[in-house]
């Protein structure tokens, strides 16, 4: 889970695997893979730092990046 803040300053978690996307326009907003979306505080790219660092944390990606660096070299 990550901590990121509404809008109106209350601070909710996350669920970093749901994350689908996350723009800025110039609002933060994060679309989920439910559909649902969140507008938040924080700038795209710390959403994306906390995002990192949570996989990093559950060993996830690692495996993520692994798994890209597999299904480019079966490409060619």
Same mark, same amino acid.
């Given at each position: 889970? #990550?901590? *990121?803040?509404? !809008?109106?300053?209350?601070? /909710?978690? +996350?669920?970093? /695997?749901?994350?689908?996307? /996350?723009?800025?326009?110039? @609002?933060? /907003? #994060?679309? !989920?893979?439910?559909?649902?979306? #969140?507008?938040? +505080?924080?700038?795209?790219? @710390? *959403?994306?730092? +906390? ?11 690692? +495996?993520? #990046?692994?798994?890209?660096? !597999? ?6």
């Amino acid at each position: 889970m #990550i901590r *990121v803040t509404r !809008l109106n300053g209350v601070q /909710i978690y +996350l669920n970093a /695997i749901l994350i689908e996307s /996350i723009e800025e326009t110039p @609002d933060t /907003i #994060i679309t !989920l893979t439910t559909g649902k979306k #969140i507008i938040v +505080l924080e700038k795209a790219a @710390d *959403v994306i730092s +906390l995002v990192k660092s949570y996989m990093r944390n559950i060993g996830s990606l690692r +495996l993520a #990046i692994k798994s890209n660096n !597999l299904e480019e070299s079966e490409e060619f």
